[in-house]
């Protein structure tokens, strides 16, 4: 029993440093995205003239990223 729950206990502080290397790659992704492509967020506003059209621009633009990422995944 008491082995068991050392195994447990490794295996939730091994997940919990996952999880920790995964939200930190993730922030610094996000990070880069914002840093590496200021031309084309400053077309989008200026190109967008409601509230409406930006928000669609932005989807379209995250969707255009997502079927990029999932077609080099295959």
Same mark, same amino acid.
Request: with cysteine.
């Given at each position: 029993?008491?082995?068991?729950?050392?195994?447990?206990? $490794?295996? !939730? $502080?091994? !997940?919990?440093? #996952?999880?920790?290397?995964?939200?930190?790659? =993730?922030?610094? #992704? =996000? +990070?880069? #995205?914002?840093? *590496?492509?200021?031309?084309?967020?400053? /077309? !989008?506003? /200026?190109?967008?003239?409601?509230? @409406?059209?930006?928000? $669609?621009? @932005? +989807?379209?633009? $995250?969707?255009? =990223? =997502?079927?990029?990422? *999932? *077609?080099? +995944?295959?």
């Amino acid at each position: 029993m008491a082995r068991q729950e050392r195994a447990r206990e $490794k295996a !939730l $502080k091994r !997940l919990a440093r #996952l999880r920790r290397e995964a939200a930190a790659e =993730i922030t610094r #992704l =996000i +990070a880069f #995205l914002d840093a *590496s492509d200021p031309y084309v967020m400053n /077309e !989008l506003e /200026e190109e967008c003239e409601d509230e @409406g059209a930006h928000a $669609k621009a @932005g +989807a379209a633009r $995250k969707a255009a =990223i =997502i079927r990029g990422s *999932s *077609s080099r +995944a295959r």
